[in-house]
């Protein structure tokens, strides 16, 4: 397997896309430390296929995607491509049409790493076998980067016999092999997955006889239970029939009982129209009686007022009446008996007075002003206003005593 370009994009250091030509005879890439010449051949190992990010000098398969600088932003995805030399047609059949392979593998952020042949999508499987056919490979004896021969020293005797084999050519043969048995085991799996299928489908056949029988007796058994459904169909249809004839002959009643109580309704309404045109002249005459009636009830009270407080005046007056003359009782004793002087002559041409008849009583004390009267004074207020003249009376009669 000839090489003839190698291309990067995004990968490590390489930021801008960068072609390197490998021509014939010996390439060799000379520079000081750091810039990049380790890159080259990690980018060679990952377009094989290399898997560990270790092996990469990174702590993650995505930190081979150029992460950025002060100047420069990071990218968000990394690709490396080689350019195979087939003109020997010794590439896998399906690869095997051109003269010329392009063997790309693109990364990008979180979203995991695709391989192409050619611009044709295919698994990292393919391109592993492509390379191992042709002894080489990611971790090929072939690629040999710092420390590499170190550790050919010091491999242990199954290692030795890797490297061995790619030299002899046949590590291909043994990925197809590994290859092989998988697919094998897989059909062996897939085998006994199909017989414990068949069993499975042979215990379940009698079940599906049952049912099979089950599913004739189900129809046969629908089929009359149709045509049972039918015939009842059928009577309630008739009675149906029965029901609507005998409901269009109790609508018809109906219509005419609607006919006439709409007469009545008619009537009923001119009579309701007459009446509510004489109902304003009756509400105005109740009104006229409501207030009459209203005026008569106020009258009537204020009778009933008057006529209690006459009632209560006569009896305060019979109380006074009594008072007085206990106290004309009690006085009567205690006054000194005098001569009374002689009456003087009545005039002439007057009669004069017997002294037998009796005398004539004062005349009763006046009202107390209205005053007290209306404007609702207290009741001890009142009562010391009407007794101001009998008290008054008494000491003119003390005083005409004496």
Not at 234 to 256: F, G, P, S, T
């Amino acid at each position: 397997m000839k090489l003839t370009r190698l291309r990067l994009l995004g990968f490590k250091s390489f930021v801008e896309p960068t072609d390197f030509l490998i021509e014939r005879g010996l390439t060799g890439v000379v520079g000081p430390n750091g810039c990049g010449k380790s890159n080259l051949v990690e980018a060679l190992r990952w377009v094989m296929g290399e898997t560990s990010h270790k092996s990469l000098r990174a702590a993650d398969m995505d930190d081979v995607i150029f992460s950025g600088t002060n100047n420069r932003p990071g990218r968000n995805n990394a690709e490396v491509a080689i350019q195979i030399d087939n003109s020997a047609r010794k590439a896998p059949s399906q690869f095997n049409e051109h003269d010329t392979l392009d063997v790309s593998r693109r990364i990008e952020r979180d979203a995991g790493s695709t391989y192409r042949i050619n611009g044709r999508e295919v698994r990292a499987r393919d391109v592993h076998i492509l390379f191992a056919d042709a002894s080489t490979g990611s971790r090929s004896p072939s690629m040999v980067h710092q420390g590499r021969i170190g550790e050919i020293i010091q491999a242990k005797p199954e290692q030795r016999r890797r490297v061995l084999e790619e030299a002899a050519g046949i590590s291909g043969l043994h990925a197809r092999r590994h290859e092989a048995e998988l697919r094998l085991r897989a059909a062996e799996q897939n085998l006994a997955r199909l017989e414990d299928v068949i069993n499975q489908l042979a215990g379940q056949i009698d079940a599906l006889k049952r049912q099979a029988r089950q599913a004739i007796r189900y129809r046969t058994v629908a089929e009359q239970v149709r045509k049972a459904e039918a015939t009842l169909l059928h009577l309630r249809w008739l009675a149906a029939n029965a029901e609507l004839a005998e409901a269009e002959h109790a609508k018809d009643a109906a219509v005419r009982i609607v006919a006439e109580r709409t007469g009545e309704q008619a009537e009923l309404s001119k009579r309701q129209a007459l009446a509510a045109a004489a109902l304003p002249a009756l509400r105005e005459a109740e009104a006229r009686a409501a207030a009459a009636l209203q005026r008569l009830t106020m009258a009537r009270e204020a009778l009933d007022h008057e006529q209690a407080r006459a009632a209560e005046r006569m009896a305060e007056l019979d109380r006074r009446l009594l008072q007085l003359a206990e106290d004309i009782e009690r006085a009567r004793p205690l006054l000194p008996r005098r001569r009374r002087p002689p009456a003087p002559f009545p005039p002439l041409g007057t009669a004069a007075p017997d002294p037998r008849a009796p005398r004539r009583r004062s005349a009763p004390a006046p009202l107390p002003p209205r005053r007290f009267r209306e404007r609702g004074a207290p009741p001890d207020r009142c009562a010391r206003a009407r007794r101001r003249p009998a008290h008054c009376a008494a000491r003119s009669d003390r005083r005409t005593l004496r």
